[in-house]
């Protein structure tokens, strides 16, 4: 394997050049400036130096009480830094390896707090700076902090010359070289001869980066800018004069997951509201059938073997299922082409994120977190703010001028979208060039004609997701799909895998949405019982956040004193941080109503049980009483939730 190019760069007579350039009063000015930024933002003092050549930061650094980890790719830099280290008094730990080819478990470096990168970025391509940026951000922690200097091509263009020389001490460099604006880099060779007579030819390609370009890189490796300075100055003004500039970045807020919310397994005792298992019940029937439907059709070892070669996204199949479900307007018609399949919601939303395409991403405060929390990978910048209704929306997409918008319809808070405040928001969105993803994971829970996928015929820009997961009960088929506009269809399918759905998967779905309103049952046993839990709940002395009437949640402010009260009751709720800090929204509790008998009898007590009283899952004869007191009150299911 060739060795790269900077690697027969930083020999011993790259060093007798930039000895004479980094004087003794430079390197001084240069570590105190990163001591104060370093004391100023790192949460330690472990300190990794990327790049460290002679150690000439990393012993500054050392000296002033810093535990500093250097990490080189020269072999002879390394052993200066290490006699220079010794001759100074302080430890530092040294390793080889070539960073813009090896990955930080290459690097033998683990628990830092900072990161420094000084005169040592630019040797390879866009990609592998990319690359090392994003190696970068795993290896600090959620609070560390980066500080990346860069040489500003728009100085050094100001003087650049193809050729020039320089003698040091008896030895003469020869500078040949040529700037290619077109790639950015600055590539040739350096002819040097020695004191003695000896020669040696060494190759120079450099990439030379505007300050923005720096930025970029840094936004699509994850972090934020928290402040750029000039030539080591703090706050200085940074000119088409100034030579070297710093970065100072974080990593940038993630998005929880939510998975989060789940993880953690509930006490032995606990009434866990943080899901709704029981809203199976009420569709069981439906989902009876539509296997039982599967024992008409092929084998099973046919079945499994199929692949949809022909209909890849599924579309040909689904199409006339889906409009005829969603009660497509008469008279219109759902061309296959407009509908994809997917890995469910999950992964449509994954994949949906690459549309914003380096774009800015406008999303609800109160959002779900699947899309936003995917554009990290899409090298994408997230907007957060409250989308509370249309004129909300719209001037927050005039505002932010987003690449891509999503909605969540319904939404954890507040009432779902009409179409007519959809229709406002895409039309925004589609004079700034952009995308609106409607997001109705959470669909099924309301009438089959109530869906803004109909909205996609004569909405330019415009894409709304259905699952097989929420209402349905049907989440391990793992079976979304995507409506778009006629526009849009095209780029849906360039991001979205194709063969997402499996056959088997798809077979089921074509079951259940053949059905006659199979959901009827679910939506029933939700109206009644959601309004007399919301009774026990503010009887508790619980504030209630609004949410749309038939949504099987409830939604809490997620605040100590609420949560003592539901400690008390032994009752738990799944926490929703917000989108991003300082948002304007603050952190939820969503408590998923209880469906089932067993589930709503172990509420009732829950809420009539003091803390002193054992759980609701073995309540005492008071708590007992309290439920039996409270039966009235208890609708049962119809016969058609069973």
Same mark, same amino acid.
């Given at each position: 394997?060739? #060795? ?21 009063? %430079? ?28 150690? %000439? ?144 030819? $060494? ?24 402040? #750029? ?102 008279? %219109? ?12 919601? #999950? ?247 209880? $469906? ?12 009539? #049980? ?33």
């Amino acid at each position: 394997m060739p #060795t790269p190019w900077y690697e027969r760069y930083f020999t011993a007579d790259y060093w007798t050049f930039a000895d004479d350039e980094y004087t003794a009063e %430079r390197t001084s000015a240069e570590v105190a400036y990163l001591a104060d930024v370093l004391a100023a933002y790192a949460p330690g003092r472990r300190v990794l130096d990327l790049g460290c050549g002679v150690g %000439r930061h990393a012993v500054g650094l050392a000296r002033r009480g810093f535990d500093v980890v250097g990490v080189d790719v020269s072999e002879y830099a390394l052993d200066r830094a290490a006699a220079a280290a010794a001759a100074a008094g302080v430890d530092l730990e040294l390793h080889r390896a070539d960073l813009l080819g090896a990955q930080p478990p290459g690097w033998g470096v683990a628990g830092v707090d900072a990161a420094i990168c000084v005169q040592a970025f630019g040797w390879g391509t866009d990609a592998d700076q990319l690359r090392l940026l994003r190696a970068v951000h795993r290896l600090l922690p959620a609070d560390g902090v980066l500080v990346l200097d860069h040489s500003n091509v728009l100085a050094i263009a100001r003087h650049y010359r193809d050729e020039a020389c320089a003698d040091i001490g008896g030895t003469t460099f020869h500078f040949q070289r040529r700037y290619d604006p077109a790639t950015g880099r600055s590539s040739g060779r350096v002819h040097v001869r020695r004191s003695d007579g000896s020669t040696a030819t $060494l190759p120079d390609d450099v990439r030379l980066y505007h300050p923005t370009e720096v930025d970029t890189l840094l936004t699509r490796a994850g972090f934020a800018v928290a402040r #750029t300075d000039a030539d080591f100055s703090p706050g200085g003004a940074i000119t088409m004069d100034t030579r070297y500039v710093q970065f100072v970045a974080r990593r940038a807020p993630v998005v929880a997951s939510a998975l989060d919310g789940h993880r953690e397994p509930a006490s032995p005792g606990t009434l866990d509201l943080r899901s709704a298992p029981d809203e199976a019940e009420p569709v069981a029937p439906a989902l009876d059938a539509a296997w039982a439907s599967l024992s008409a059709g092929p084998p099973a070892a046919v079945r499994s073997r199929r692949y949809d070669l022909a209909d890849p996204y599924a579309g040909m199949r689904l199409a006339p299922l889906v409009a005829a479900y969603l009660r497509w307007p008469a008279g %219109r018609h759902l061309p296959p082409g407009r509908v994809t399949a997917g890995a469910g919601a #999950t992964g449509l939303l994954h994949a949906l994120a690459r549309l914003a395409d380096g774009g800015t991403v406008l999303a609800d405060a109160a959002g779900h977190p699947e899309l936003p929390g995917a554009i990290g990978a899409a090298a994408s910048q997230l907007r957060v703010t409250s989308l509370r209704d249309a004129a909300a929306a719209v001037a927050a997409v005039v505002h932010h001028r987003p690449a891509l918008t999503v909605i969540d319809r319904p939404g954890l808070l507040g009432p779902s979208w009409t179409t007519a405040q959809l229709r406002q928001v895409a039309q925004a969105c589609a004079a700034v060039g952009g995308v609106l993803v409607v997001d109705e994971t959470l669909g099924a829970y309301l009438p089959p004609g109530d869906s803004a996928a109909p909205l996609t015929d004569d909405l330019p820009g415009t894409v709304v997701i259905r699952s097989m997961s929420k209402g349905f009960c049907a989440g391990g088929l793992r079976v979304g799909f995507a409506i778009a506009a006629p526009d849009l269809a095209d780029a849906v399918r360039a991001v979205v895998p194709p063969l997402a759905g499996s056959a088997l998967a798809l077979d089921v779905t074509t079951a259940l949405l053949t059905q006659h309103d199979s959901l009827a049952p679910l939506r029933e046993r939700i109206a009644q019982v959601k309004p007399m839990v919301e009774r026990h709940i503010t009887a508790a002395g619980l504030p209630l956040l609004p949410t749309d009437p038939q949504v099987p949640w409830l939604a809490l402010p997620d605040e100590p004193t609420v949560r003592e009260i539901l400690a008390t009751r032994r009752v738990l709720a799944k926490p929703v941080p917000p989108l991003a800090p300082g948002d304007g929204c603050g952190a939820l509790l969503r408590m998923s109503v209880p $469906l089932s008998q067993a589930r709503l009898t172990a509420f009732v007590a829950a809420m009539s #049980t003091a803390a002193a009283h054992p759980s609701p899952a073995h309540p005492s004869a008071a708590a007992a009483s309290a439920a039996a007191a409270c039966a009235t009150a208890v609708p049962r299911p119809t016969s058609a939730g069973h």
